[in-house]
């Protein structure tokens, strides 16, 4: 990944107030990170795997709950920046968001973050209760995150994790399917991996500055991180290994072929291992996945041969 070689910007946060051809509109919408909407795809694997992909008000439930969660976690993510605006000034990259360099005022992000959550939530109960409930318990546990959690060490990477969870477990609500246990501790451990290479990224990235930036980063190390990542990969491969062989998977949907797909996730996390350690990569994973085409064309040809296979005429 290409380091920035910009001037830092103000400390005050005015430094680059506006930039030329862009209206506090769109500040605003590239404060809601629409590239890191990806991750919020996690919705769609009730869908997939409760076998609703051909029914169609599931599949405008997902739809529709794909959506909450893309406002949801534009709420997080203007609330974050609010919280981190002096920090991320501080950062390489980060400084040249519209909040921390002072392009978007924090008023105006602030009543944006409020309308955004009221209304997500509204929309969301609108879908069904049980999923309202759950799309409020992500939004509740990501904003104690961005000013409690993220400082405590172990803790900040497993409540990244159960954000990934309480997607799947939104989308499989949403649709009214079971939330099989296998769903469940496949998406921790792959978002447990993620949430893991990221940090070691920006340890890497920062060197002797992470601190500065974020007082968390000193109570890992590389070594440590790569020590988790071993771990935690291994622990996804075989979850995953184990839950396309597995008796259960196979009656309910009457096939023993899941199994030819496990190269990908084998390829996929083997793919991203070398896109931290060779290329620097890891800072953005929705990044990594939209530029990298090796991996998002086997992400996309897994979802394809699970549907494949689970949808296959019997």
């Known amino acids: 990944m290409a380091r920035s070689t910009a001037s830092p910007v103000a400390t005050s946060g005015t430094g680059d107030h506006a930039v030329p051809g862009r209206s506090l509109a769109l500040h605003l919408l590239l404060s809601l990170r629409p590239a890191q909407w990806s991750k919020n795809l996690l919705v769609f694997a009730g869908l997939l795997f409760g076998r609703r992909l051909f029914d169609l008000p599931s599949v405008l439930d997902a739809v529709s709950g794909f959506a909450v969660f893309c406002a949801l976690s534009g709420v997080v993510y203007l609330v974050n920046d609010v919280a981190d605006r002096d920090s991320d000034r501080r950062h390489p990259l980060k400084r040249h968001r519209p909040i921390a360099s002072g392009a978007l005022p924090v008023p105006v992000a602030t009543a944006a973050a ?13 879908i069904t209760p049980p999923f309202a409930g759950v799309a409020a318990a992500y939004l509740a546990l990501q904003i104690i995150y961005s000013f409690a959690l993220k400082h405590i060490v172990i803790i900040d990477v497993l409540t990244i994790a159960i954000g ?43 060197a002797d500055g992470a601190v500065g930036h974020r007082p968390i980063l000193g109570e890992y190390s590389p070594y440590l991180l790569d020590q988790m990542i071993g771990v935690v990969t291994a622990s996804t491969l075989i979850s995953y290994i184990f839950y396309t062989i597995s008796p259960e998977t196979q009656a309910k949907f009457g096939t023993a072929w899941l199994g030819l797909t ?22 953005s994973p929705a990044d990594l996945l939209l530029t990298d085409r090796p991996l998002l064309a ?17």
């Open 164 to 206: 990934f969870v309480l997607r799947a477990v939104g989308g499989a609500v949403a649709v009214r399917v079971e939330i099989g246990h296998w769903l469940l501790v496949c998406t921790i451990l792959l978002a447990l991996f993620i949430a893991l290479a990221k940090r070691r990224h920006e340890i890497v990235l920062l």
């Open 298 to 314: 086997c992400v996309a040809l897994w979802a394809l041969t699970v549907a494949v296979i689970i949808y296959r005429p019997v």
């Open 262 to 283: 496990i190269p990908f996730p084998l390829y996929g996390i083997f793919r991203y291992l070398y896109l931290v350690h060779q290329r620097e990569g890891g800072g």
């Open 114 to 126: 409020l309308a955004l959550g009221a209304g997500g939530l509204a929309a969301a109960y609108a």
